[in-house]
């Protein structure tokens, strides 16, 4: 083999490592579990996240949990199971409050849990529109 074309040979598997690296690192960075509320607390692979893993987790949020300090823009509330109603979690959220959130609404939360104090503290907060948005169902003309 020749001297100039075990050169290219080398850099084209240097510059594919490096490619590959990035990728990996991206992916491994950006990839985040799905959980229920009841999953993240009685899950084998519940029990197997690191306290600074990002998560992302989703529920209900419980009527009455509700506390928002709008001068400091902290949102603390409770998130219970949609399946299993008893498993909760207390959630903390920095950041404006979505006009969509009340009690009883679906929200989705990411960030990282702490197992000893039982609290989620959420960078991310998407709550589901409530159904007074969606259209009504087309109605079939009758011939």
Do not use: H, W
């Amino acid at each position: 083999m020749k001297k100039s074309n075990r050169k290219v040979l080398i850099a084209i598997l240097v510059i594919v490592l490096g490619v590959g690296f990035l990728i990996y690192r991206g992916l491994s960075n950006t990839s985040v579990y799905y959980m229920t509320v009841a999953e993240l607390k009685t899950s084998a692979l519940g029990q197997q996240i690191g306290p600074n893993q990002a998560v992302r987790v989703g529920g209900l949020v419980v009527a009455d949990s509700v506390d928002y300090n709008q001068r400091e823009l902290v949102l603390r509330f409770a998130l219970k199971d949609e399946g299993n109603p008893q498993q909760t979690l207390t959630a903390v959220y920095k950041g404006a409050r979505p006009d969509a959130f009340e009690p009883d609404i679906e929200a989705l939360l990411e960030g990282t849990y702490n197992r000893n104090s039982n609290l989620f503290e959420a960078q991310t907060l998407l709550v589901k529109c409530p159904s007074k948005y969606e259209s009504e169902p087309k109605k079939e003309k009758a011939l």
